[in-house]
């Protein structure tokens, strides 16, 4: 059964970082791309960045490339999010996908707050 946890969300002050991580269980972690979105108040949810398999590869959304920066630990099952310089438009419920087989398995998020 495949399962993803994330944990790392809290509240933060403007300009600060947090680190993200999702655990995942179930399948066979390192064979996969792994991706993160987030999904605001309001808002539609949307890509954050993507990871592939052996992390060799890696993409972002404009709106975080420079400050977040995806990694994983394959032998951990772990995949990351580091978020430096946070905004408050960072503010939002964040969640790891993994895409199976033409399935997409989320996990339950985690909640990122931005605020002074």
């Known amino acids: 059964q495949v399962q993803l946890v994330e944990s790392g969300g809290g509240l933060v002050q403007p300009g600060g970082s947090l680190r993200l991580s999702c655990a995942g269980s179930?399948?066979?972690?390192?064979?996969?791309?792994m991706t993160w979105y987030r999904q605001a108040p309001g808002k539609e949810r949307e890509l954050v960045a993507f990871?592939?398999?052996?992390?060799?590869?890696?993409n972002y959304a404009g709106s975080v490339k420079g400050r977040f920066t995806i990694s994983r630990d394959n032998a951990k099952n772990t995949l990351y999010l580091q978020m430096n310089s946070l905004k408050p438009e960072d503010t939002a419920v964040y969640y790891c996908?993994?895409?199976?087989?033409?399935?997409?398995?989320w996990g339950k998020g985690t909640l990122v707050t931005v605020s002074s």
């Open positions: 179930g399948f066979t972690f390192s064979s996969y791309a």
């Open positions: 990871i592939s398999s052996a992390g060799g590869s890696t």
């Open positions: 996908k993994l895409q199976l087989l033409g399935i997409n398995y």
